[in-house]
């Protein structure tokens, strides 16, 4: 019995020892991809289903409702930021604890944007611009730029 008992708290310690070590080991992934922390990660979005988490409703005739989350099944205004303006070229969503909504910055590769919306995964220096495109979002991919180069202003 006690041997049985000794067996299984190796195998337990021998598990959780190998989650650690891929916690750690995808966790120093993820900081040499970011580098240091003056870098952002960039990304881009579009007003499809897929970026914005919505998706049509059958039982509201096709209208657009939030597919998940805390508003799962609520209807959904697609193309309207969290500060109720159009996205367009320039609307960038980012973590309002980071960035408040009206900062102005400029991105290299993409041009002036204003912070107008937030995403619920855009959490710290992660911002996002809109694209018209779900192609030219894709296209964009995810980049790191320092925060000395966004220009970042009020």
């Not at 914005?52 to 597919?67: E, L, T």
């Not at 193309?79 to 996205?87: E, L």
């Not at 909504?101 to 992660?126: L, N, Q, R, S």
Request: charged share 25%; hydrophobic share 35%; glycine share 14%.
């Amino acid at each position: 019995m006690k041997l049985k008992i000794l067996l299984f708290l190796i195998l337990t310690l021998g598990v959780l020892a190998c989650y650690t070590e891929r916690g750690a080991k995808k966790k120093r992934q993820a900081n040499s991809q970011a580098g240091d922390k003056s870098l952002v990660m960039v990304t881009g979005y579009c007003n499809c289903g897929k970026c914005c988490g919505w998706k049509r409703s059958w039982f509201g005739f096709g209208a657009p409702v939030y597919d998940y989350g805390k508003l799962k099944g609520k209807p959904k205004k697609v193309g309207i930021t969290a500060t109720g303006k159009k996205a367009k070229m320039g609307t960038i969503a980012a973590d309002p604890k980071v960035f408040k909504f009206g900062t102005k910055m400029t991105i290299p590769g993409y041009g002036e944007g204003v912070v107008e919306d937030i995403g619920g995964a855009i959490k710290g220096k992660h911002i996002d611009l809109w694209f018209p495109s779900h192609e030219a979002a894709k296209k964009w991919g995810v980049k790191y730029i320092p925060l000395s180069k966004l220009n970042v202003r009020k």
